[in-house]
């Protein structure tokens, strides 16, 4: 079987708002993330390192912020479409691992429920998606609170 790794890493710093989108949940915050979208950087970054593993470009070649289709998306949309392209290039998701770096809010009563929301969109079982979230002790701009940060790698397998 072929397989093939892809990374991704997407930031978005806090504007006005009262929550953030993380993994297609609503968690209640004192900012929001500016964004063209709904600026949720855990599913930007897996949408890359699903297209990354499947040789097909970045998130912003396929759905550009400075297309108005996509002001205020749903984030979720551009996973299940990602990972449709993957599968029309004969390629499954077999895994994706994704850490989010944020001072706050704080994370971990998310995290079972994004790893579903991404699991769901896609395809596969929530075993096989994994998040997490860290700090930075304070350091940089997650640790100053301007922003919030997300990394993610995605094991793709050919299905042919």
């Not at 006005?16 to 949940?25: E, F, K, T």
């Not at 990972?83 to 770096?101: F, P, Q, S």
């Not at 860290?134 to 050919?158: D, M, N, Q, W």
């Amino acid at each position: 079987m072929e397989f093939r790794v892809g990374q991704g890493f997407d930031v978005h710093r806090f504007g006005a708002g009262d929550h953030v989108v993380l993994g297609g949940v609503r968690i209640p915050h004192e900012r929001g993330l500016e964004a063209h979208s709904d600026g949720d950087v855990v599913i930007h970054a897996l949408c890359d390192a699903v297209l990354g593993a499947a040789g097909l470009g970045d998130i912003g070649r396929h759905f550009p912020d400075d297309d108005p289709r996509w002001r205020g998306a749903d984030s979720r949309t551009f996973l299940r479409a990602v990972a449709a392209m993957a599968r029309e290039a004969g390629l499954a998701v077999i895994n994706a691992d994704v850490t989010v770096v944020a001072q706050a809010p704080r994370l971990a009563p998310h995290v079972e429920a994004m790893g579903a929301n991404l699991a769901a969109d896609l395809g596969i079982a929530p075993a096989r998606v994994n998040v997490k979230a860290t700090t930075t002790e304070g350091l940089g701009f997650t640790g100053r609170g301007e922003g919030i940060a997300a990394l993610a790698v995605a094991l793709l397998g050919a299905t042919g």
